[in-house]
């Protein structure tokens, strides 16, 4: 399967990234560049961006990013800084790109960044993945 494929055939069943409403700008293998908008629904308590919100959004794009090379992939360890908050409307983009990968691990960065805006970062986003022997068929 391309990487393409492997992200259309993962969204078809993701109900939480369908809920997050996110679009995908960019798929190649080892890279995915998502988008998306808060809505209000999306909002915590001080009427910003609930923290899980950005997390979820660096999450999918690590999740795409490390099942484009057509192997199954799962995170195993990940962690986030939050830079800045995000305000309703804020439209919003999450870039994964692989550091480093071996046969069985997957090292990524992820950048979160206002989508008009690319030099304000939101947050950044590192993962671990475990890569299993399974192919995406």
């Known amino acids: 399967m391309t990487a393409k494929e492997v992200v259309e055939a993962m969204l078809r069943n993701d109900k939480f990234s369908q809920w997050l409403g996110i679009e995908v700008l960019e798929i190649q ?3 995915c560049q998502l988008s998306m908008s808060l809505r209000e629904d ?3 308590g001080f009427g910003i961006a609930h923290g899980g919100i950005s997390y979820s959004l660096a999450d999918s794009a690590l999740a795409f ?3 484009s090379w057509g192997r199954k992939s799962l995170s195993i ?4 800084a939050h830079l800045k908050a995000l305000k309703i409307n804020d439209e919003v983009v999450a870039e994964a790109r692989c550091d480093n990968q071996s046969e069985k691990l997957g090292h990524y960065s992820v950048k979160v960044y206002l ?6 970062l939101i947050a950044l986003f590192r993962g671990t993945v475990y890569r299993t022997s399974k192919n995406w068929e």
């Open 42 to 44: 999306m909002l915590n």
């Open 65 to 67: 990013a490390s099942n």
């Open 29 to 31: 293998n080892g890279v």
């Open 77 to 80: 360890d990940t962690s986030i």
């Open 115 to 120: 989508k008009n805006h690319p030099e304000t």
